[in-house]
């Protein structure tokens, strides 16, 4: 039998998001495993793997919202806006950074933003990755972009360094494609001292937190999530009975609503999960006069 299902898992600082996912190919005896969204080998934290049919959920979570707690250092700043990067520039006395000095400039990063990207990132540039072409000696300039922090805060006194810089904890809350690095960079430059990250944790992609992830080691079919349970927690749904459930199976267009389906929650919505009585998921649809149906999983 295949193995479907949604795998949240606790990644390890050392491992790129893709060495995970040949890790579960392997512990699900299947290559069909992708995920939904890169974490930086440095960084920790959860990353939503699908398996099997669920892989077609993973476009429907790409765009979710995200939380990480991270540790900035000011004093200086790198090539990659972390402490895996080259020194750039002058190394600086941050001593006269305070929690107060640093607090002042959150609200100018928190809101709808313009922010710059990391160089070092898999942003496509003419097809190939930015961060293969730094790495090649390429002069790489990319466009700003509109992100959302909802949430920029700190969460830790600053802490002194003998070698002049100092370091703070904080919490993000924010929109999908925002980079924790370059708000890191971008706030070490209005200080006037350089920052970059030196530790980056994910504790939230969309309703998946810390306490939904499993440890990688030792993963196995048990920790799938069933698609229909998992997509209930991200797209608004709604249960059908077994005649529509065989309609959309042999991809009959069904008025909508349906008289008898409860549209308690997914009143409104432009794109609903479809459940099937013993709650397995049946579909993913557009809404409009009939449904449209983005993906069929049975």
């Known amino acids: 039998m295949s193995a479907d299902g949604l795998l949240v898992v606790d990644k390890p600082a050392g491992l790129t998001s893709h060495a995970v996912v040949s890790r579960v190919r392997k ?3 299947t290559r069909k495993v992708g995920h939904a969204g890169t974490l930086d080998p440095m960084a920790t934290g959860v990353l939503v793997l699908g398996v099997g049919r669920a892989t077609r959920l993973l476009t429907m979570l790409t765009g979710a919202d995200k939380s990480y707690k991270a540790t900035i ?29 640093v607090a002042a400039h959150l609200a100018s990063f928190t809101g709808t933003i313009s922010q710059v990207p990391s160089t070092i990132s898999a942003i496509k540039v003419d097809g190939k990755r930015a961060h293969a072409r730094a790495r090649a000696g390429e002069d790489v300039v990319l466009a700003a972009r509109q992100v959302v922090v909802s949430r920029f805060e700190m969460m830790s006194e600053i802490r002194p360094s003998i070698d ?12 999908s494609g925002t ?4 708000l890191a960079r971008d706030l070490g430059e209005v200080l006037g001292v350089g920052g970059h990250l030196t530790a980056l944790r ?22 799938l999530r069933p698609m229909g ?9 709604c249960h ?8 959309i199976a042999h991809g009959v267009r069904i008025e909508w609503p349906r008289e008898g389906v409860s549209t308690e929650h997914c009143s409104d919505a432009p794109q609903i999960a479809i459940i099937g009585e013993q709650g397995e998921l049946i579909a993913v649809a557009s809404v409009g006069a009939k449904l449209h149906y983005d993906a069929v999983f049975i």
């Open 164 to 175: 002049g810089s100092v370091e703070c904890d904080v919490a993000v809350d924010c929109s």
């Open 229 to 237: 349970d998992s997509a209930k927690r991200f797209i608004p749904w």
């Open 27 to 29: 512990a699900m005896s």
């Open 240 to 247: 059908v009975d077994p005649e529509a459930a065989n309609l």
């Open 73 to 101: 250092r000011f004093g200086w700043s790198t090539t990659t806006d972390d402490a895996e990067g080259e020194l750039l520039g002058q190394v600086c006395n941050a001593g006269d950074v305070t929690a107060a000095s």
């Open 202 to 223: 994910r504790t939230r992609v969309g309703p998946f937190t810390l306490d939904d992830a499993a440890n990688l080691e030792g993963v196995e079919p048990v920790d």
């Open 179 to 182: 980079y924790i690095r370059a």
